[in-house]
């Protein structure tokens, strides 16, 4: 099965940020994922975009949670994508 790549936009001393990590960290234990973490102020033009809503969550390229994200989320969010066949084998 293909990992689903999950990238967190993210800044230094984002605590929010540091708590959707471990969401997805510990989901990764039941998942096939991929984490990535992109620190928004490498680029001025994502930074600019998000400065104020991070932590942002994109899975597979996709953004799909803004600010907020809860391990049940995630999960129903994975298992959808499953069921649609977005999961490659």
């Known amino acids: 099965m293909k990992p689903f790549h999950i990238t967190i936009y993210t800044r230094k001393g984002c605590s929010l940020c ?13 998942y096939p994922i991929q984490l990535e973490l992109f620190d928004i102020t490498t680029d001025p033009e994502i930074e600019a975009k998000y400065t104020d809503v991070i932590p942002v969550i994109h899975i597979d390229g996709e953004e799909v949670f803004v600010s907020k ?4 989320w995630l999960r129903r969010e994975l298992d959808g994508r499953i069921r649609s066949g977005d999961l490659c084998r």
């Open 18 to 30: 540091d708590k959707a990590k471990a969401i997805v960290e510990k989901v990764a234990q039941d």
């Open 69 to 72: 994200m809860a391990e049940l």
